[in-house]
């Protein structure tokens, strides 16, 4: 049979392979660098692809959108847990309130403004630290001036109380300050600087705004904006602490009520950052904040109706529904949240509160100083370009679809990771973008390694399975650089077989029946090799050329050889009646195994190369096949294989032998399955003391020895007729016990 070569693969493009190298030479590491070189740029194409489908899917609105709802996701996930808040209260005109005014008193919406007066009462008389009404009074009551009037004394019997004011670009009455209102605004360090610094269409000033009447603002010590803008979808995320109306810097309602209980407060401005005493909060480009936002159920909540019932009984000597001391030395907030009331807000802790909650949330992160800060949008898009690179590339780097899968588990989630990460840090990293970006190149890269790299594994795959075992070729497709002219030296476990007299058996045959013959010989034992790991060198006619311990590393590659061998044996012994069926003889299959050091790797010319070995341990291998011959054997193996196969197998030292080309001798042995051995145990042990006897040069018992056990046993015979010959012709000189080899 025809000797097969393999013809090398041209990667995309037709590139040749790289030139020859000497064993462990430089050819096998060019290869390997410039097989990286591609991959990483094929990663680098597929994460800019991938950037430049989230650019595109941003045009759509959709990345916005998706960032949003993620936002929201994180906030509730990752409120803060723990007890309330002890610092802020809330005081709501619920429907509960409302529907025990109509009940109980006859009240009418609007409420007189004499009744917010009662509860600024019962704040004062619980010793609340600072009040602030998210109520616009911005038309004088119904009920009268004495009605404006009576909210106002009680504003001035609290003292700390701040009132809203409403800052608009299109919606208010005034266009200046007015002088018959509170002027105590904020006095905030760098403003200028800091707005010549901002896009006009985003910085915090307002044109117009809306005052309370001076009849109910004559009541408070400060009046704070309550103006906040959604974000495009309705949902209020960052908040305003500041607005700037007809020069003045005017406080949030939330700030407001810091600045009654920390007068003098010092607070400036500069880049992105808004000082407030100790406290630096981070700003966005229109001067926003973004609160820590924790779940409703930290703001403990009062019923406007428990909190009015509550002072009146007090006034009278009786039980209050509500301990005073549930708001002493509290910031106390006080707002809408019954549906007509109109003053609900969605956030992104809850699907509908009440406006004055968001104030709230403000107000608890001014306390303790928990504002996250906002990436830049460059930084956001740095970030996704590194990830998706990043990402591309090690999918691109990964050979083998247990590695890709690897990949691809380990960056398809990492922006969410990076994002839970940065908002527990207290950074707003964004998601959708990075998470699009990702995704987009991983995908563009999965499919442009599918499509250059698919051929190259698939001809792989067709090449070499008939060759090289399952394994061996996936060590190839993770490594194609290992196809590059050169070789390495490597510890081999080496095997030679050939079929007994088959030139004899093949002059009978047909060449259809020759070949029928062949192949479903030579296959059944590349199965059995192939099985246990072996690679194929070539075949020669009937002859199997094989080796174990490379291109993967097998550290038990002696013990596999030998198992093959012996597999190999058995099955042929199986076959045997059909192989006679076939040609009309037995077939027998002699075997020689050698371990040592040969060189392994890919030889030949640029266009046409095999995988095989070359070294004095591959020769000596050939030998023992050759060497069954002279002792009438069909598996023969150096001391060497022995060595290294260890215990698994049993084994009978069968001479010393020289082989032609080789001065030095060597000791050969057959291997047997433990079994067999166990049950020879007898005729082995004498066959071993007849050895003794001849390389001793005892040749007369020696002959004894054998003779006896010829009937049986072919090496035995063949050891009778050697002592006849050195009895009749004794050897000249020292006698070593070595069999001289005269033929291949």
């Known amino acids: 049979m025809q000797k097969h070569s393999i013809t090398p693969y041209r990667g995309p493009g037709g590139d040749d392979p790289p030139r020859q190298g000497g064993p462990g030479g430089a050819a096998p590491l060019l290869a390997a660098g410039g097989v990286l070189r591609k991959r990483l740029l094929y990663g680098l194409a597929a994460g800019l692809a991938g950037l430049v489908v989230a650019w595109l899917l941003s045009l759509t609105g959709i990345v916005i959108s998706f960032e949003a709802r993620t936002f929201d996701w994180r906030a509730r996930l990752m409120a803060p847990e723990g007890p309330p808040s002890d610092a802020v209260r809330l005081i709501l005109l619920d429907q509960g309130s409302l529907d025990w005014g109509a009940r109980e008193n006859g009240l009418s919406w609007p409420w007189p403004r004499e009744v917010y007066g009662v509860i600024l009462d019962f704040c004062r008389r619980a010793g609340a630290k600072a009040v602030a009404f998210d109520v616009l009074y911005t038309e004088p009551s119904t009920y009268g001036v004495a009605d404006d009037a009576a909210l106002a004394e009680a504003g001035k019997r609290l003292g700390n109380f701040a009132l809203p004011v409403f800052l608009g670009r299109e919606s208010g009455q005034s266009g200046s300050w007015p002088g018959d209102v509170p002027a105590d605004t904020l006095p905030l360090k760098g ?9 006009p269409a985003e910085a915090p000033v307002f044109p117009k705004a809306a005052f309370p009447v001076p009849e109910v603002a004559a009541g408070a010590r400060i009046l704070g904006n309550v103006s906040q803008e959604p974000e495009f979808d309705g949902v209020y995320r960052k908040v305003g602490l500041f607005g700037v109306f007809d020069g003045k810097a005017v406080p949030s309602l939330s700030l407001a009520a810091r600045m009654l209980a920390e007068p003098g407060m010092a607070a400036s401005i500069a880049g992105q950052s808004l000082s407030l005493g100790p406290v630096t909060v981070p700003l966005d480009d229109a ?25 009146l009984a007090l006034r009278e000597g009786g039980e209050p529904v509500i301990d005073p001391a549930t708001l002493r030395g509290r910031y106390v907030l006080f707002g809408f949240s019954a549906p007509g009331l109109l003053d609900l807000r969605p956030s992104p802790v809850a699907g509908v509160t009440s406006g004055v909650e968001i104030h709230a949330q403000a107000l608890q992160s001014m306390l303790t100083g928990d504002f996250l800060r906002v990436v830049p949008h460059w930084a956001g898009w740095w970030l996704a370009g590194a990830l998706a690179v990043a990402g591309a590339a090690l999918v691109s780097l990964s050979s083998g679809a247990a590695a890709m899968t690897a990949a691809i588990v380990v960056f398809a989630p990492l922006p969410l990771a990076l994002a839970l990460g940065g908002y527990a840090l207290g950074w707003w990293l964004p998601l959708a973008l990075p998470e699009a970006a990702v995704a987009a190149a991983l995908v563009v890269a999965v499919v442009a390694s599918y499509a250059t790299e698919g051929r190259q594994k698939r001809f792989i795959k067709s090449a070499f399975k008939q060759y090289l075992s399952p394994d061996v070729i996936e060590a190839l497709i993770a490594h194609p650089e290992r196809m590059a002219l050169g070789g390495e030296l490597r510890e081999l476990t080496i095997f030679f077989s050939d079929l007994q007299g088959f030139t004899t058996i093949s002059e009978g045959l047909s060449p259809q029946a020759l070949t029928a013959l062949l192949n479903k010989y030579l296959t059944a034992m590349t199965d059995i090799i192939l099985e246990e790991g072996g690679t194929v060198d070539k075949y020669e006619g009937d002859a199997i050329i094989a080796f174990w311990n490379a291109p993967l590393d097998q550290p038990d590659h002696a013990a596999r050889a030998v198992r093959a061998a012996l597999r190999c044996q058995d099955r042929l012994a199986e076959l045997r009646p059909d192989f006679r069926e076939l040609s009309g003889h037995d077939l027998f299959m002699r075997v020689g195994l050698n371990t040592g050091q040969a060189v392994v790797g890919n030889m030949g010319s640029d266009s046409r190369f095999d995988y095989t070995m070359l070294g004095d341990a591959v020769n000596l291998a050939s030998r023992l096949e050759g060497v069954n011959k002279q002792f009438g054997t069909y598996t023969m193996m150096s001391a060497a294989t022995r060595e290294a196969a260890g215990e698994a197998f049993a084994a009978r030292r069968i001479a010393l032998v020289e082989v032609v080309g080789r001065a030095e001798a060597v000791t050969v042995c057959e291997p047997l399955w ?14 071993a003391a007849a050895l003794e006897a001849f390389i001793a040069g005892d040749f007369p018992a020696a002959r004894e020895g054998f003779s006896a056990l010829a009937p049986n046993d072919a090496a035995a015979a063949s050891y009778v007729e050697r002592c006849r010959r050195l009895i009749a012709d004794p050897p000249s000189g020292e006698w070593t016990g070595v069999c001289k080899m005269t033929s291949k």
């Open 287 to 311: 001067g926003r904040c973004i609160p820590r936002w924790r779940k409703s159920s930290d703001f403990p909540a009062l019923s406007a109706a428990a909190v009015i019932q509550s002072e």
């Open 191 to 199: 403003l200028e600087s800091w707005l010549a610094g901002v896009d």
């Open 674 to 687: 433990p079994r067999a051995a166990e049950e020879g145990r007898e005729a082995l042990d004498a066959f």
